[in-house]
């Protein structure tokens, strides 16, 4: 699957999905405990649907082997077929339609259907932080929090528990700030003072990295990394092969 439309076509889905993926989740937290907003939930389901239905669609359009791609694709297929919403009140006198509905067998799906979204999630989510720089950068930033979480926690009082000071460390170097935690002694001042001044540089730079992937997301380039590095190669070799021509003359 190389051509430019099946790889410009998967792309552009990235970003739908991964809203899909956090659609969902609140959808089945309504649909199983508020009745009340059951309508919202039902299109809200019926649109996270649609997304990926469009989009096994487009792809298997433009896939060059289709029997490949359906091949490669089964568990997306099976979630198009079975896992249609519930259907609208108002279409309800149809037989086919009341058939459909199937609620057990729905409400099964779902599930799935949120389990194979969660791993497309993680998919792009790896795709962001491929960067082994940007991968030290966010294991950093862990680090960073778990340890200055500890020495807020040792270091003032008013704090009872170890996930308080993860709590404060957390909301502090995202410059959140809710002010619900603060430092009181002249220590943890100090020690506040040491990680916003550490944790605003690594969070700049996973939220620019963030961004950067989802307006490369949005672009349209001719020529991808993979493909320019391909025209380096042969360039590569056809200047080999020029100055071994050029020896063998001389």
């Known amino acids: 699957m190389n051509n430019q439309n099946y790889l410009r076509a998967e792309k552009f889905f990235e970003i739908p999905v991964m809203i899909s993926v956090l659609m969902l989740i609140p959808v089945l937290i309504i649909e199983y405990s508020q009745q009340t907003l059951s309508s919202v ?30 091949k490669s694709h089964k568990i997306e297929l099976v979630i198009v077929i079975f896992s249609f919403p519930i259907v609208p009140e108002g279409l309800q006198s149809s037989g086919f339609l009341r058939f459909a509905r199937l609620p057990r067998l729905l409400n099964a799906l779902r599930f ?37 979480g500890f020495l807020f ?37 100090i020690i506040a003072s040491s990680l916003m001044i550490m944790g605003i540089g690594f969070i700049a730079t996973i939220t620019a990295a963030v961004s950067s992937y ?17 025209k380096l190669d042969k360039l590569e070799k056809e200047i080999k092969n020029l100055k071994k021509e050029i020896n063998d003359k001389q």
């Not at 795709?127 to 929090?145: D, E, P």
């Not at 989802?214 to 391909?230: A, C, M, P």
């Open 41 to 70: 939930a039902l299109y809200l389901n019926w649109g996270i649907w649609i997304v990926f239905l469009m989009e096994y669609v487009i792809l298997f359009y433009f896939a060059d082997d289709k029997l490949k791609f359906v």
């Open 112 to 148: 799935f259907r949120l389990a194979a979204l969660l791993g497309r999630f993680g998919t792009t989510v790896k795709s962001i932080f491929n960067s082994k720089g940007l991968r030290f950068i966010v294991y950093a930033t862990i680090g960073i929090v778990l340890f200055f």
């Open 153 to 189: 926690y040792v270091s003032e009082p008013g704090v009872t528990s170890y996930s308080d000071g993860l709590w404060w460390a957390l909301v502090t170097i995202t410059t959140v700030g809710y002010g619900d935690i603060t430092p009181l002694t002249n220590l943890g001042r």
């Open 214 to 230: 989802f307006i490369t997301s949005f672009s349209d380039k001719e020529v991808t990394i993979n493909e320019l590095g391909e």
